[in-house]
Every structure is written in structure tokens, then in C-alpha cells.
């Protein structure tokens, strides 16, 4: 799922019916239980991309130090263009090594996505709240 399905998702969950507050209470249950089983996939999700990029990274760190154990990694990677490296040069090449800042932006897009859902979750553990003073503010406009 995509940031924009979830935003989009969201977009078409979050108004409230003024004229029928009690059924946009009775419906919070089940948003909670959407936007959950949302989160918890896309939670798991981000650890797997997390786990990707921390093994991916040590890798590419192993081979900047140590070389090739073979050919078929050879094929993977090559030395940057003036041969060996110093080992204090070697975060400066993973920090620029363009597989490793993909790998980066697909753990920062998750932990996005996650973000986003759990504000959405908190939203919605709110809105009996919201929902509550809007009934109570009815009450008091009209007298009682």
C-alpha cells in the first residue's frame, strides 16, 4: 500500500456527520481496527526494509574493507575509481554509494508510512472525544 492509498483512504474515512454523531461513533471500532491491521503490516514491513538496509550496507562495508571473496561478487560491485580506500574514507563511500541511499529512501518511505498511521490511529482513539464534545456543545446551543 502506497502513502497516497492510505492518505487517500483516510480522506474518505474522517468526516463526521454532523446530523448523526451516533453512528460516526458506533463506526470508530471498526476504523480503529482498519487503520490497525494497516499499521501492523506496514510496521512489519519497515523492520524487513530496516533489516535490507543494515545487511545490505555491512556488505558493501565488508567488501570497501576486505575485497572480494569471488568472482560473482566482483560482478556486483567495483572499487571506487583510485583502487583501495582508507578506512576513514569508507562511511564517506557508503553515505554516497547510490544502491545504499535507495535502499535508505525505501526505509525512510515506510517509517513514513507507519508515521502517518499511527497518527491516524491516535486520531481516531480521539475522536469519541471529538464526537462527545460536539454532542455536548448541540446540547448547550439549544438550551439543554
Known amino acids: 500500500m502506497t502513502l497516497d492509498e492510505i492518505l487517500d483512504q483516510w480522506d474518505s474515512d474522517v468526516g463526521t456527520n454532523e446530523l448523526a454523531l451516533d453512528e460516526d461513533s458506533l463506526k470508530i471500532p471498526k476504523l480503529h481496527a482498519k487503520y490497525l491491521r494497516y499499521y501492523a503490516k506496514e510496521n512489519l514491513q519497515l523492520a524487513m526494509e530496516q533489516a535490507e538496509y543494515k545487511t545490505y550496507r555491512q556488505a ?3 567488501f570497501l574493507v576486505y575485497g572480494v571473496d569471488s568472482a560473482e561478487e566482483a560482478k556486483l560491485w567495483t572499487l571506487p575509481p583510485k ?5 576513514s574514507e569508507i562511511e564517506g563511500f557508503l553515505d554516497a554509494d547510490p544502491d545504499i ?6 526505509v525512510s518511505y ?5 508515521n502517518t498511521l499511527k497518527s491516524i490511529i491516535d486520531m481516531i482513539n480521539n475522536r469519541s472525544y471529538q464526537i462527545n464534545s460536539a454532542i455536548n456543545f448541540k446540547k448547550w446551543a439549544s438550551g439543554n
Open 110 to 114: 515506510q517509517r513514513e508510512k507507519v
Open 83 to 87: 583502487g583501495k580506500i582508507l578506512k
Open 101 to 106: 541511499i535507495k535502499k535508505s529512501l525505501r
Open 60 to 62: 558493501k562495508n565488508d
